[in-house]
């Protein structure tokens, strides 16, 4: 149980377009998502906090209207990068949230990586 | 917010040897410890995780320890095996709060 998937795996696009990444929880609904930024060799950063029929909650220094996200139902988050530059290129994860007991587990998808030409 | 710190950053041990990648939090309510592993280009792994109310837990080659007075956390690997290498992250997290994740250790394990 548990599964987390993510599509596309890999996308290329040129830069001034917009790039969307879906996140699904196969076996769960998860009222909660997360979407991560991992650059090479580095830690995953958080990017923002999805909740499922509210808007997304980002962390400072990540710019919302450049990284939108979507939790229209508990078993889908999108993430579309608006107006893709190369330096928007990473590695981009989700994760799921379960609620057990007294803390949460995150589930993460497998990853998506973004190259922009 | 929360402040999460890793160290070593990388770690190579010979396959049989212990490994130990230490963790320290700045946030007294946080509560729960994950350790996650990522293998090159996959998504990262649960592989023992903690909370506050207990001091150490133990998976087969797999402890993990917690001084909650110190807020500090550790990951003990015993009798490594090369496919113990990895990226290593701790993560902690408050109630129903998001992870902070620390800056990750590299683990090399040489036959």
């Known amino acids: 149980g548990a599964v987390v998937s993510q599509h596309p795996s890999r996308v290329i696009c040129k830069s001034g377009t917009s790039v969307k990444i879906e996140c699904r929880s196969l076996d769960f609904q998860a009222t909660t998502m997360f979407w991560y930024r991992q650059f090479p060799k580095k830690s995953l950063m958080l990017m923002a906090t999805s909740n499922e029929g509210s808007k997304a909650t980002y962390e400072q220094g990540v710019e919302k209207d450049k990284f939108l996200i979507n939790h229209a139902s508990l078993t889908l988050s999108t993430l579309t990068v608006t107006s893709a530059h190369p330096e928007d290129s990473s590695f981009y994860i989700c994760s799921a949230q379960i609620l057990a007991g007294d803390h949460n587990e995150q589930f993460f998808g497998p990853g998506t990586r973004l190259t922009v030409l | 917010g929360e402040n999460v710190e890793q160290h070593p950053s990388t770690l190579s041990v010979q396959e049989g040897d212990s490994a130990v990648i230490k963790c320290t939090y700045s946030?007294?309510?946080?509560?729960?410890f994950p350790w996650y592993k990522q293998e090159l280009g996959k998504r990262p792994q649960l592989i023992i995780d903690i909370r506050s109310n207990v001091g150490e837990k133990k998976d087969q080659r797999i402890a993990v320890t917690l001084n909650k007075t110190a807020k500090h956390f550790s990951l003990h690997i015993t009798e490594t095996q090369p496919e113990d290498s990895a990226v290593y992250f701790c993560a902690a997290s408050s109630y129903f709060n998001k992870f902070y994740f620390g800056s990750g250790t590299k683990l090399n394990v040489k036959p």
């Open positions: 946030d007294s309510a946080s509560n729960y």
